[in-house]
């Protein structure tokens, strides 16, 4: 049996305006919903000396809280040069305490013992000056007598000023400038403590903050170079949206703004704070799968969820309305 003209036509036109329904149709139609999906930006720890791992704390999976111990490089190098910085600090600090002291007792006994024989000497040499006197105004010394009495009686007293002051200069201690020396020493003898206790502390880190284990790429026993990661950490707070906006709507996104979303499997009224919203428009990328948005010029917005959700997740976000 042939079909006229007539109806091949009619089914022709219409099976032309199904076709353009179903491609065009959602084009013109506006969506309720933005696609996206859930992101995070691992760390990753590593050793910043070459060693041996010793301890590996946590297994992939894991959730850590913010200063949980994760691994263990051999340490024996490093507080080798913590424990040497240490006996530095400790000289520093004895030579800075005894350049603010004066002299040991006994060594100012030898002072004193100086300043007893110099005044016995200048006492000696005193009473020979008053003897030598009467005797040169009668006559019996000739004048040049007295005057080489009298200059040993003052070279006597000079040698009795010297010794006070030897004595009264060992009980000061060392020169302002020399304790200022020694204390600068104590200061740089400390900051090479704290630098190498921080490179000790490096060689058993601990999370940041409250984390997910991604991955470990090493086991005890094994060699790991320097800087190379150990292991992965997802944290928590490095968890976000990312979802993208058509330019007609992006005045309604600014940093900070409460955008409503849902994912399969998750609670109802999920929220996010938008972080981050792209200066730079670009066309929406082929993981986002939605045919109103295909080829169509967004921008990316990124937002911070109030609760845990796994990357790679795909997410439908509420689209905010723009203020009048």
């Given at each position: 049996m042939k079909l006229s003209r007539p109806l091949v036509a009619i089914l022709l036109l219409a099976a032309a305006a199904i076709v353009a329904v179903l491609v065009f149709a959602p084009r013109l139609t506006?969506?309720?919903?933005?696609?996206?999906?859930v992101e995070g930006e691992p760390l990753y720890l590593a050793s910043p000396v070459s060693g041996t791992v010793q301890e590996v704390r946590v297994s992939r999976g894991d959730e850590v809280a913010a200063g949980q111990p994760l691994f263990v490089v051999d340490p024996r190098q490093?507080?080798?040069?913590?424990?040497?910085?240490?006996?530095?600090l400790a000289a520093a600090q004895s030579q800075a305490l005894d350049a603010r002291?004066?002299?040991?007792?006994?060594?100012?006994?030898?002072?004193?013992?100086?300043?007893?024989?110099?005044?016995?000497?200048?006492?000696?040499?005193?009473?020979?000056?008053?003897?030598?006197?009467?005797?040169?105004?009668?006559?019996?010394?000739?004048?040049?007598?007295?005057?080489d009495v009298r200059a040993t009686a003052q070279a006597a007293q000079a040698r009795l000023a010297a010794a006070?002051?030897?004595?009264?200069?060992a009980t000061l201690?060392?020169?302002?400038?020399?304790?200022?020396?020694?204390?600068?020493?104590?200061?740089?003898?400390?900051?090479?403590?704290?630098?190498?206790?921080?490179?000790?502390?490096?060689?058993?880190?601990?999370?940041?903050?409250?984390?997910r284990v991604e991955d470990t790429f090493f086991q005890p026993g094994e060699w790991a170079a320097a800087n190379a990661p150990i292991l992965a950490l997802l944290p928590y707070d490095r968890i976000k949206l990312r979802f993208f906006v058509p330019e007609a709507s992006l005045a309604a996104y600014k940093r900070g703004a409460s955008v409503r979303f849902s994912c399969d499997g998750c609670a109802a009224g999920l929220s996010a704070r938008v972080t981050f919203v792209s200066p730079r428009p670009e066309f929406t990328p082929?993981?986002?799968?939605?045919?109103?948005?295909?080829?169509?010029?967004?921008?990316?917005?990124?937002?911070?969820?109030?609760?845990?959700?796994?990357?790679?997740?795909?997410?439908?976000?509420?689209?905010?309305?723009?203020?009048?």
């Open positions: 506006r969506a309720h919903t933005l696609s996206g999906y490093l507080r080798a040069q913590r424990d040497q910085a240490a006996a530095d002291k004066g002299q040991r007792p006994v060594e100012l006994a030898v002072f004193e013992a100086n300043i007893a024989a110099a005044e016995a000497e200048a006492r000696d040499a005193a009473a020979v000056l008053r003897r030598t006197e009467p005797l040169v105004r009668r006559g019996i010394y000739a004048p040049a007598r007295l005057d006070r002051r030897q004595r009264d200069a201690g060392a020169r302002d400038d020399q304790i200022l020396a020694a204390e600068s020493r104590v200061t740089q003898a400390q900051a090479a403590l704290a630098g190498a206790q921080a490179r000790l502390d490096d060689l058993a880190p601990r999370a940041p903050s409250a984390a082929p993981v986002i799968y939605s045919r109103e948005a295909r080829d169509r010029l967004v921008y990316l917005v990124e937002a911070r969820p109030s609760v845990r959700l796994n990357p790679g997740q795909p997410v439908d976000v509420v689209p905010l309305e723009p203020a009048p």
